[in-house]
């Protein structure tokens, strides 16, 4: 396991390649470039992703694999774990619960981000199981009576308490990253992404616009906001 300078890790956990780099790529830069261990968790393979019926699903899920690896090296982020389920078929089961709190008991990282499940309107049903089952799992995870058995043996896991939950895609901001130093490289990790991306130009106005809007007032140029819990503060 890898631990940055600041001994401090983070784990990202999306539905799909590039979800992270549209949400929170400005902010994965920063804290990695400040020295935390990031790690990214894929719970899709993102093999629908595509309006060309032509196109293979095994072609398109090997592409984003590649794409998103590349878009990770940008930012920083130390690993990327795949958990290969079929892409826009996810759903909340203990099975997802149990292999995310896997990956927290491993990383054992000190802030968690994720999908906000919680959000109105959130149409990807990807998004709201990776979102929910993330959460879910910061909880299973602190407790040792769930999946004992990953606990168990020479090489066995420990529980681990997620201090800092933060949940992009959100609309109930609370917290605001600056990215204005990074805001490049985020751009430079969607541009990676050439499979999602139509025109670059369209996409950098868009995110430039984006981001801008949520930094007015905090005095900064660019920001990504999030909606940020701590899970364990009362218990
Ligand atoms: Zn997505």
């Known amino acids: 396991m890898s631990i940055g300078e600041t001994g401090r890790r983070l784990l990202a956990i999306s539905a799909h390649p590039d979800d992270v780099e549209f949400t929170s790529g400005g902010s994965l830069a ?18 629908k992703g595509s309006q060309n019926p032509q196109n293979k699903r095994e072609t398109m899920a090997r592409a984003r694999r590649i ?3 590349a878009a990770a090296q940008a930012l920083g982020i130390t690993e990327v774990v795949w958990l290969g389920h079929p892409d826009g ?24 981000l994720a999908w906000d499940a919680w959000r109105p309107y959130e149409l990807h049903p990807d998004h709201r199981a990776a979102g929910l089952s993330a959460v879910d799992a910061v909880l299973a995870a602190g407790n040792p009576h769930f999946y004992p058995l990953q606990l ?9 308490r997620v201090e800092e939950v933060y ?5 109930q901001r609370d917290t605001w990253v600056d990215i204005t ?19 670059l130009r369209d996409l950098a106005l868009k995110m430039s616009y984006c981001n801008q809007g949520y ?7 660019y920001a990504e906001v999030f909606k940020v819990l701590h899970p364990f503060c009362d218990t």
């Open 67 to 69: 794409e998103q690896e």
């Open 152 to 160: 168990q043996g020479a090489h066995g896991l420990q529980p681990h």
């Open 30 to 47: 920063r804290w990695a470039a400040e020295g935390w261990s990031t790690h990214l968790v894929v719970c899709t393979d993102g093999s």
């Open 181 to 199: 130093a990074t805001f490049e490289r985020k751009m430079a990790a969607i541009e990676r992404h050439t499979s999602q991306v139509a025109s």
């Open 89 to 112: 078929e996810l759903t909340r089961v203990p099975s997802l619960v149990e292999e995310l709190a896997r990956q927290i008991r491993r990383v054992r990282p000190d802030r968690l």
């Open 215 to 221: 930094a007015q007032g905090h005095g900064v140029t």
């Open 167 to 171: 949940l992009f895609g959100t609309d």
